[in-house]
């Protein structure tokens, strides 16, 4: 099982945003969906051993997280407007302090990651980690923050998270999810 | 410079899609804006010495191709819609046999992969190439087919390419160039 978590910092937290403005209305929606797409998508297939949380930090209610599981999503398609169709879906619905289901293996809670840092062990993905091909074993959990730097507050809880890097340059988190499952598909295969 | 070209097999020619319906109206738009993206993008930059070719072979005109230099493109965003709005008003323009601007930095004219094929010498990325970690050198024009397989036709005018993987996993064209972007960079900036 590998573990991906995104921070979002302004995305929304009801469903009140429009799939035909996920970055505007959606608070930066966008980023989050295609960090959907490459945590779970392979081609014609899904990898169903992958959970991606979303850590939905704006307004009206944050923070919220919303829970995409390969083993049992359905109707998932890799463009934006359907993952951000199920996240509006998930975040419709009247919600507590544990994960219920919104759509096949779609489901939403409030908290963020606080609460998620207590069931997982992340390692920090960042240009500022040490290089991810120079590992000689990689963890299964991995943090990300969207098209913003962690906060204060965030960095405080992370700090003393193993931090890696997956390359020179500084990414988007959904490539960064890319190219991270690139190197754990190469030593899962036997690939150097 | 690096140059990815991806075919769009069927890829709308003309302008008349919905950009909230680029998977369907657009003839699968949705993964070549997906390409658009991971060409470019660099975490709050663009990667200024790429260019990336869509290569619309759909109804009612193909083919055609939509060129987007990342030298002089303006007003692009990492979102699907963003790509899809550049690509309809490229396709909404008359235009010939040579490159016509649309828009800064996107450019349109009649014609595919032959074409192509006699300005670049592209290698082609797919699951039967040789693994690009292991070359010593690397190319610097990359070919690579949408959701559909390359035709019969396009097999015949590359068949004397060299091929590449990037990884024992069959991925999605945009998952691929961003894999191989971070093969570039590492060599290119001294990583291992």
Known sequence: MTVFAIIGHIARTDGNFSINDLPGTGGRMDVLCRCVNTSLF???DLRRDVECYLILCGEPSGPKTVRFSGSSVR???PDERSAGALIKKALDIPCGSEFREAAPGISVRKGGLERL????????????????RGEATLPGAFLLSDHQNFS???EALIKDCARYSVGPKCLHADHTITVLHNELDRRNCGWK
Chains 1, 2 share one sequence.
């Open 117 to 132: 840092m207590t069931e997982h062990v992340f390692a920090v993905l960042d240009e500022t980690g040490k290089d991810v």
């Open 152 to 154: 204060e507050q965030e």
């Open 75 to 77: 109707s998932l398609s």
């Open 42 to 44: 392979l081609s014609h």
